[in-house]
Structure formats: structure tokens, C-alpha cells
């Protein structure tokens, strides 16, 4: 095997060890979400949550690790999103319609839950 083949295939190796790891972490917030999910109660006013279009941050703060979640009342498009910290929808208003999460997945409890406020 030449030298230039096999780096080569090392480097497909790689990519593809890579693309395997990146399945197993989007498996795994997957899991966390749906393990939230099943034990969230939500706010008075709110909509049941299949109705809302579910964005989730899962990040790592002062090493802790945390869940944000902005729910969108979407009929058109409800189900889990799990986007990067930049992507998750920003409202200032919408009442029930947007609902605010904060989880610890390590104590398994809801640090906030709540509709924002009105216009």
C-alpha cells in the first residue's frame, strides 16, 4: 500500500469515525429530550406540548450541563429540535403561545418553566 493511499484511507477512517461519534451525541441529547419531556409540566395557559414546535440548547455552563428550550405553539410544525445556542428562536412576547425552559439533567429538575409575557 502506497503511502499517499493510505493516508488516504486513514483520513476516510477518520471522517467516518467522526460522523459515528456526532450520531451517538445527537442519539444521546435525543434521549435527554425525550427523558425531559416525559416528566415536564406545563405552565397553566399552555397548550399541550405536541402542539409546540420544540427548540433545545444542550450546553455545558460552569460544568454543569444544562437543557434551554423555547417552545413555539406551530401547529404547522410541531415536534423537537435540537439546534446550536445561535438558532434558538428569540421572543420578547406570545404569551403561552412561547414557552421557556431550563432543565438540569443532572438533579432531573426543572430550574424554570413559564409562558412569556404579552405585548
Known sequence: MTGKYRNAMLGVVMLLSLG????????RDA????????SLSMPQGADELNKYARFYVIETTRGKRE????????????GVHIVKKN????RFDGGCGV??????PADKTF?????????
Open 67 to 78: 437543557v434551554l428550550g423555547v417552545l413555539l405553539k406551530r401547529p404547522s410544525d410541531p
Open 111 to 119: 430550574l424554570h418553566v413559564s409562558c412569556n409575557g404579552g405585548a
Open 87 to 90: 438558532a434558538l428562536p428569540v
Open 20 to 27: 459515528v461519534l456526532a450520531a451517538c451525541t445527537d442519539s
Open 99 to 104: 414557552v421557556n425552559v431550563r432543565y438540569s
Open 31 to 38: 434521549e435527554l429530550v425525550a427523558e425531559m419531556e416525559a
